[in-house]
Nanobody, 118 residues
Framework: QVQLVESGGGSVQAGDSLRLSCAASGRTFSTDTMAWFRQAPGKVREFVAYIRWTGSEIRYAESVKGRFTISIDNAYNTVSLQMNSLKPEDTAVYYC???????????RGPGTQVTVSS
């Protein structure tokens, strides 16, 4: 099993920045990709970004490209999401996830709330 714990959420104004972090523990060697997803009230969960543990591949959802940056710290088994120029539509619970590339993300953290007001 892999345990994931997110931190760094909060309430901000439009245009502000937040940095989310996710600490991974347990059988992390069974995974090779980390990702962030989000789910807004009444909406389906959507992909935000993913990164390979090696950092060799990164991908973003179009809605966050150019504003969000995903990064990984292998020494501390931590993945971060730097979110700049936040918009009200970024309001959601953000989840960290882990899995193997092309096989989905079976491990997910409890989530952290991000609220952006206009």
């Amino acid at each position: 099993q892999v345990q994931l714990v997110e931190s760094g959420g909060g309430s901000v104004q439009a245009g502000d920045s937040l940095r989310l972090s996710c600490a991974a523990s347990g059988r992390t060697f069974s995974t090779d990709t980390m990702a962030w997803f989000r789910q807004a009230p009444g909406k389906v969960r959507e992909f935000v970004a993913y990164i390979r543990w090696t950092g060799s591949e990164i991908r973003y959802a179009e809605s966050v490209k150019g504003r969000f940056t995903i990064s990984i710290d292998n020494a501390y088994n931590t993945v971060s999401l730097q979110m700049n120029s936040l918009k009200p539509e970024d309001t959601a619970v953000y989840y960290c996830a882990a899995g193997r590339y092309g096989e989905g993300f079976p491990y997910r953290g409890p989530g952290t709330q991000v609220t952006v007001s206009s």
